[in-house]
C-alpha cells in the first residue's frame, strides 16, 4: 500500500512539473494585456517621419474593424517597446509627452469627447469615460507632436490595446505593429548658370541641337521687287534677370560699295537702297519672318518688333528676356532693295549675333 502511494505521489509531482513547465513557456508574452483580449486586425500605425529623434511627428493608427463590438470603448493606447515580448523597455528618446490628438477618433464610438493623456513618455493615449456607444467600422486615431526614439535604422514596437474602463486596465482588445526609424537620405543637385544660345537657317523647335545653316541667300537684287530671305535664334537662361541679343556687323557691301542700313527704322521701299531686318511675325510688305515660339517668355525689341518696319543697328538689341526664361524661336527677316545706280556686284555683310545672360 505504500508503495502504490509513493508511485501516485511521484506521478502526481511529475504532472505537477509538466504543469509548471508549460505554464513558464507563456511567461516571455508579457506585454499582452490579457489574455482574453482578442486580436485586432488589418492594423497600422503610420509615421509622418521616420527620421531618428525628429520632434513634432505625427502617428496614424488605422485597424479594421474591432473584433470586441459589443462592449464601449473608454480607452485605448498604443504602448512602445524595444521588443515585442517580454518586460516592456522603452525607445530611448521616445517621447509622447507633448501628444496632441490632430482629430477625433473614428470606429471607437462617440465622435467627440475624445481626450489624450500624454502622462506617460512611452505610451500614446485617449479616453472617453462618457463613451456609451459601441465601436463600428475601421478605427482611425491620429497624435501630433510625438518625439521618435533617437537611434536610427532600429526598429521598435508599438502594442495597441482597447480598453472597457478609462484607466487602461480592462483590456478588450490587443494588437502588435512594428516601426522603424531610417536615415534621412540628402539628395543634392547643383545648378549652374545657363545661357543656351544658337543661331543658324532652321531649327526644329526650340532645340539648340537641331540649328543648322548659315548662309541667308537674299537671291538677286532688283529695282521692282524687295530681295528677302530668314535665319533663326533661339535663347534661354536662369539668369535672374534674363538676358539680351545684340546683333553685330555691317551693312551689305561690295568692296567700296554698300547697301544703305536702315538706322532709323522704315518700310520696305522697292526701288531705293535699302538693308535691314526686324523680327516681327506678320509682316506683309514683303511677306517674311514668323512669330515668336516657346514657352519662354522672351520679347523681341521694341525697334525690331513692328511689322513692315525693318531696322539695323550694329550693337543694337534686338530681343531680350527680364526674368529665367525657357526657350524662344525668333525668326529674323532680312530685306534688300537697291537703286537704278547702284553698281553690280556680290554684296555680302557677317552677323555676329551676341546673347548676354544677367545673372
Not at 526598429?155 to 487602461?168: E, K, L, N, Q, V
Not at 552677323?351 to 545673372?359: I, K
Amino acid at each position: 500500500m505504500k508503495k502504490y502511494i509513493n508511485v501516485h505521489r511521484t506521478k502526481l509531482a511529475t504532472l505537477r512539473a509538466i504543469v509548471l513547465g508549460i505554464t513558464l513557456s507563456v511567461l516571455p508574452f508579457a506585454n499582452i494585456p490579457q489574455a482574453s483580449a482578442a486580436a485586432i486586425t488589418g492594423r497600422s500605425v503610420v509615421l509622418s517621419s521616420s527620421a531618428g529623434g525628429a520632434s513634432g511627428v505625427s502617428y496614424a493608427l488605422t485597424t479594421a474593424a474591432l473584433p470586441t463590438t459589443g462592449t464601449p470603448v473608454k480607452s485605448a493606447q498604443i504602448q512602445f517597446c524595444t521588443t515585442v515580448s517580454g518586460a516592456c523597455t522603452p525607445p530611448p528618446g521616445f517621447s509622447a509627452t507633448s501628444s496632441t490628438l490632430a482629430s477625433q477618433p473614428t470606429g471607437l464610438g462617440a465622435a467627440a469627447g475624445w481626450t489624450v493623456n500624454a502622462a506617460t513618455a512611452n505610451s500614446l493615449r485617449i479616453l472617453d469615460a462618457s463613451n456609451a456607444t459601441n465601436p463600428s467600422g475601421a478605427v482611425s486615431i491620429t497624435w501630433n507632436s510625438v518625439t521618435n526614439p533617437t537611434a536610427t535604422n532600429t526598429t521598435f514596437y508599438g502594442i495597441i490595446t482597447t480598453y472597457s474602463d478609462s484607466a487602461w486596465t480592462t483590456a478588450l482588445d490587443t494588437g502588435s505593429v512594428a516601426l522603424s526609424t531610417s536615415v534621412q537620405i540628402q539628395v543634392a543637385l547643383t545648378v549652374g548658370e545657363t545661357l543656351t544660345f544658337c543661331t543658324g537657317t532652321s531649327i526644329t523647335g526650340q532645340n539648340c541641337a537641331t540649328a543648322a545653316g548659315s548662309l541667308v541667300n537674299l537671291g538677286s537684287g532688283s529695282t521692282v521687287a524687295t530681295a528677302s530671305g530668314t535665319s533663326i535664334m533661339a535663347a534661354s537662361t536662369n539668369g535672374n534677370t534674363g538676358y539680351s541679343v545684340t546683333v553685330n556687323g555691317g551693312t551689305l557691301t561690295s568692296g567700296a560699295n554698300t547697301i544703305t542700313p536702315l538706322a532709323a527704322g522704315a518700310a520696305s521701299a522697292v526701288g531705293s537702297k535699302q538693308f535691314g531686318l526686324n523680327l516681327a511675325g506678320a509682316n506683309t510688305t514683303p511677306v517674311v519672318g514668323a512669330a515668336v515660339s516657346g514657352t519662354g517668355t522672351g520679347a523681341a525689341a521694341v525697334n525690331y518688333a513692328t511689322n513692315n518696319t525693318f531696322r539695323f543697328g550694329t550693337g543694337e538689341i534686338i530681343a531680350s528676356a527680364t526674368g529665367p526664361t525657357n526657350a524662344n524661336t525668333f525668326t529674323l527677316g532680312y530685306i534688300a532693295n537697291i537703286d537704278g545706280l547702284t553698281p553690280a556686284g556680290a554684296y555680302t555683310t557677317t552677323l555676329t549675333y551676341v546673347a548676354t545672360a544677367n545673372f
